[in-house]
């Protein structure tokens, strides 16, 4: 359960057009924002919590509320809590190694 | 193009200014606290509604003036459109003045959490863009070792060419050091940047050479670095949000590691398994109940004791007073006006100190914001979010504060729906009323009126609620917002922490008490006892057949005085002009089966909701503080002007139960919901609708107490 994400792993994020929802991910699992799509305020509110684009998050809680992990630089976090329709609306791409999510739970 | 520090732009004045900043939750506060104590006080920010705590922190600068320093509100960086970055980007910019002095501050303590060091960075770049002099203080240092985090606070210093502090505002650590910051700080003669050289854009360049490497942290006092830092120069500064980003993750890269990989692990596992039990929707939500309930229970019985001392308190002065004046006027004014109306309301200081010091540690240990989580479910049918939980929980001791913490919900039209609702919900300023009406209705019998007690609780949060859901498709239109909240570390709350906040809260409370609340009770005082009147020939009779038997039977010279003097009192309350006023006002309470007694109590009562028992007394026994048992006799037997009817029947009893709980009967409630909803018309809006809503829901009580045989 790294609190930042190694190089080999970040290295072999999936192509952009694979982009899923946030809520697809399970606890555990690593995955790199792609985009919001979300109305101005509740990305402005996101981005500013340090959910934005190509940050890197772990999935600690998917449920109604989903709480994600925000890996900063130098191993710094902290823990967000989303709603399920606001995550459902953050895509990222899952980090995988070999194909295989990388589960780090 | 000048900086904002630049001496020949703003000449220095005799005190220097600087101003506290950081993101939300990053212990900005307990910063403040840390080095202003009690040695504070609450100002405005010019054109805002928004407190501004300016308070000494005993530093003077080698030039002899003194410092003052300025709480800003957290923000996650300046660019945001919220009401909190605005202010904080006008009071940078010296646009908006704090107590009528409008100048850039001379310096910017920027509050950082150690352990979210790139998010952090975001807003200490943007103000160190703006070429102000700057001091970053590295807290929670202590958890940033638990996690395993190596911060160089040394090469960050450089990287952003200002002093950085690694420290603890829980337990002091690097206290010192941060005021000796601030002083060297201010001693500089030259700006640290312009406003056209941001701080170095990419941590490689390292501008100055790395001092020696610090850790701080918890134990080992922290080294002050970097004293007054040199000019840095980029050409390729950071200018949009994403720059930003990805100058403050660079900057985080290069001055932290996880030297313990493992440690960070651990305490991610530790939290993740706490969250598991706190957000579960079973388990979670019973956990929920039980900290609520012990919450209120705790308040209840503890607050107990000290109001029960503040009572006697109050009274005994009010005797003294009474006896050290001559009868007249004045002694009237001081004892009925002055002590007793603010007695009334300083009687409920414990509730509100002891509700702010459990809610203070509640948020330390870093529940409150799970607990917002698991209401968010319930609360979004009716427009709201779980943003709107800490202030509806704050208006059961007092809605004045909870409305203040309506500031805290994102959403304007979600806000404004909490500051309308928020006022139903049962404050301690009912519970006197709820004591002697469930009393009445229930004699004898605890269980029943404990149900009654909390049915009143429910019903209030459920008008309030519905208020809300009715506001969110009128006035305030729009679905509730998905909610998205930072979660803080759990940790072990502080104690000085909480007890500064109770202190600063009942400080708060007791001004309003010495203001608004006193001006209110001289306001009324003035009604109920003018016009003066002669006193009733059956009073003066029996006056005068008490001072024939005073000799031979006492006791029944007193008892004739005694109903002398309530018959004076009566008559008194009758010709008042409150009294007349209540004569008028009658016809629209006669539905709701009051007469002329209980509109004089509701009237009176308009302005503070707990003044109805004392009116009561007053004009049905013609005392203030009669015994419980006393009070209860008399105003269970008590009778209409015609002298046969009762005043509390059962029906009117539960008709009145009903008003108290809708009614908004506070003007200091009213006045705040008028600053902070944005004008008078949402305050006029707030009366009017719980007004009616009061008098309907009375009507609709009433008439059910009567068809099940309570008339």
Redesign the interface.
């Known amino acids: 359960m790294p609190t930042s994400v190694p190089a080999h792993i970040a290295d072999q994020t999936s192509p952009e057009d694979d982009c899923v929802p946030l809520t697809e991910l399970k606890p555990g699992e690593l995955g790199r924002v792609r985009g919001l799509r979300l109305s101005e305020e509740d990305a402005a509110t996101v981005r500013a919590m340090g959910v934005h684009d190509t940050c890197d998050l772990r999935i600690c809680r998917s449920a109604r509320i989903c709480v994600v992990q925000v890996l900063g630089g130098g191993g710094t976090a902290c823990r967000i809590a989303l709603d399920r329709d606001l995550a459902r609306d953050v895509l990222v791409t899952p980090m995988t190694i070999g194909g295989r999510p990388v589960d780090v739970g | 193009m000048s900086s904002p520090n630049d001496p020949a732009v703003a000449p220095a004045p005799s005190v220097a200014r600087v101003v506290l900043l950081g993101n939300p939750n990053v212990g900005k506060t307990t910063w403040f606290n840390r080095l202003c104590g009690e040695r504070h006080h609450t100002a405005n920010f010019s054109g805002t509604t928004q407190d501004a705590r300016v308070g000494d922190p005993g530093l003077t600068t080698p030039r002899g003036r003194s410092v003052e320093l300025v709480d800003l509100p957290g923000t996650?960086?300046l660019d945001?459109?919220q009401s909190e970055a605005t202010i904080c980007r006008e009071v940078l910019a010296g646009t908006t003045a704090v107590e009528d002095r409008a100048a850039p501050p001379d310096a910017v303590v920027i509050v950082v959490?150690?352990?979210?060091?790139?998010?952090n960075l975001v807003l200490v770049g943007e103000v160190l863009a703006g070429g102000h002099r700057g001091i970053v203080i590295l807290n929670m240092m202590d958890e940033?070792r638990r996690?395993?985090?190596d911060?160089d606070a040394g090469r960050l210093a450089s990287m952003l060419a200002c002093s950085v502090v690694p420290a603890c505002g829980r337990d002091g650590t690097g206290l010192d050091d941060v005021r000796t910051a601030i002083v060297d700080v201010l001693a500089a003669d030259v700006p640290v940047a312009t406003a056209t050289e941001p701080p170095t854009s990419a941590p490689t360049s390292d501008p100055a050479p790395s001092p020696a490497r610090h850790d701080g942290g918890v134990g080992h006092p922290a080294p002050r670095i970097g004293s007054v830092p040199p000019r840095p120069t980029a050409p390729d500064a950071p200018s949009t949000?994403?720059d930003w980003?990805t100058w403050?993750?660079?900057?985080?890269?290069?001055?932290?590691?996880?030297g313990e990989?493992d440690r960070?692990?651990a305490s991610?596992?530790r939290?993740?398994r706490i969250?598991?039990v706190m957000?579960h929707?079973v388990l979670g939500l019973l956990i929920f109940v039980a900290v609520m309930t012990g919450l209120f229970a705790v308040i209840f019985r503890l607050a107990s004791f000290p109001m029960d001392w503040i009572d006697m308190i109050v009274g005994g002065f009010g005797s003294i007073v009474a006896s050290a004046m001559p009868d007249g006027l004045l002694q009237d004014l001081m004892v009925d006006g002055v002590i007793a109306g603010v007695g009334a309301t300083v009687v409920f200081l414990p509730q509100i100190c002891l509700l702010f010091f459990l809610l203070s540690l509640l948020e330390d240990t870093g529940y409150l914001?799970r607990a917002s989580?698991l209401v968010?479910?319930w609360l979004r049918p009716f427009g709201l979010s779980g943003h709107a939980f800490i202030p509806l929980l704050s208006a059961h001791a007092c809605a004045i504060p909870a409305i203040a913490a309506c500031r805290g919900i994102?959403?304007a039209r979600a806000r404004l729906a909490t500051v309308l609702a928020a006022p139903f919900m049962s404050c301690t300023a009912r519970i006197p009323v709820y004591v002697l009406l469930t009393g009445l209705l229930f004699p004898d019998q605890p269980t029943l009126q404990a149900v009654a007690f909390t049915g009143c609780y429910v019903l209030g949060a459920g008008a309030g609620l519905l208020s809300a859901m009715i506001a969110r498709r009128t006035v305030a239109r729009g679905t509730a917002?998905?909610?998205?909240?930072?979660?803080?570390?759990y940790r072990l709350p502080s104690l000085r922490a909480a007890l500064l906040t109770m202190w600063d809260r009942g400080l708060g409370f007791l001004r309003k008490a010495g203001t608004v609340i006193l001006l209110i009770s001289i306001v009324l005082w003035w009604l109920s006892a003018f016009p003066r009147t002669e006193p009733p020939t059956a009073a003066v009779d029996l006056r005068a057949d008490a001072a024939a038997v005073v000799e031979v039977d006492p006791d029944r010279a007193a008892e004739l005085e005694s109903e002398a003097d309530r018959l004076e009192s009566v008559h008194a309350s009758q010709r008042s002009a409150l009294g007349r006023l209540g004569a008028t006002v009658q016809p629209i309470f006669e539905p709701l089966g009051y007469d002329r007694t209980l509109t004089v109590g509701v009237l009176a009562s308009f302005a503070a909701r707990e003044v109805f028992v004392t009116t009561m007394a007053v004009q049905l026994m013609g005392e203030e503080e009669p015994g419980e048992a006393q009070l209860f006799d008399t105003l269970g037997s008590a009778t209409r002007d015609d002298g046969t009817t009762p005043i509390f029947t059962p029906a009117t009893s539960w008709s009145l139960l009903v008003f108290y709980v809708f009614a908004m009967q506070c003007l200091p409630t009213l006045v705040v919901t008028a600053r902070e909803a944005g004008g008078v018309r949402w305050a006029l809006l707030q009366l009017g609708w719980m007004s009616a809503f009061a008098w309907i829901g009375a009507f609709i009580a009433r008439q059910i107490a009567l068809a099940a045989g309570g008339g």
């Open positions: 996650y960086a945001l459109d959490d150690a352990t979210n060091l790139e998010r940033a996690r395993g985090l911060i949000a994403d980003r403050a993750r660079a900057v985080a890269d290069a001055a932290c590691t996880t990989p960070a692990e991610d596992r939290t993740d969250d598991a957000l929707p914001s989580l968010d479910r994102p959403d917002r998905r909610i998205s909240l930072e979660l803080p570390s």
